[in-house]
Nanobody, 130 residues
Framework: QVHLVESGGGLVQAGGSLRLSCAAS????????MGWFRQAPGKEREFVAA????????YYADSVKGRFTISRDNAKNTVYLQMNSLKPEDTAVYYC???????????????????????WGQGTQVTVSS
C-alpha cells in the first residue's frame, strides 16, 4: 500500500514557476517509478512526466518538454515537478502516481499511461492566469 500526498499548487501568472511535491509513504519508494498527470476541467487526465526508480530515466509529454522537470529524492520519499514558463493551458489538477508493478522495480522504464499506475494522490490545483 502506498499513500501519496501532493503539495505546492497555487495561482501563478503566465511565465511564472511552481514546484510541486509528492510525498510517498512506505519503505520501498526507491524501488519504483513515479509519474505526474494532470486533468483540466472537462478533459481527460493526461500524462505529464515520469521518472524511473533511480532518476536516471525521465519522460515528458511534448506539451511540457523543455519547461517542466521531474526529479526525485529517494532519501525523502519525494518526487518533484518543477514547472517553469507556465502557460494558461497548464491550468489543471495535478496528480502524482506510483507504479507498483513488481516487474518494473529497479527498471530503466517509467510508464507514461494512466492504467500502468496503481496508486494516486488526491491532486493539487495549479491555476495559471494570463
Amino acid at each position: 500500500q502506498v499513500h501519496l500526498v501532493e503539495s505546492g499548487g497555487g495561482l501563478v501568472q503566465a511565465g511564472g514557476s511552481l514546484r510541486l511535491s509528492c510525498a510517498a509513504s512506505g519503505r520501498t519508494f526507491s524501488s519504483y517509478a513515479m509519474g505526474w498527470f494532470r486533468q483540466a476541467p472537462g478533459k481527460e487526465r493526461e500524462f505529464v512526466a515520469a521518472i524511473n526508480w533511480s532518476g536516471d530515466s525521465t519522460y515528458y509529454a511534448d506539451s511540457v518538454k523543455g519547461r517542466f522537470t521531474i526529479s526525485r529524492d529517494n532519501a525523502k520519499n519525494t518526487v518533484y515537478l518543477q514547472m517553469n514558463s507556465l502557460k494558461p493551458e497548464d491550468t489543471a489538477v495535478y496528480y502524482c502516481a506510483a507504479d507498483q508493478a513488481p516487474w518494473n522495480y529497479y527498471s530503466n522504464y517509467a510508464a507514461t499511461t494512466l492504467n500502468e499506475y496503481d496508486y494516486w494522490g488526491q491532486g493539487t490545483q495549479v491555476t495559471v492566469s494570463s
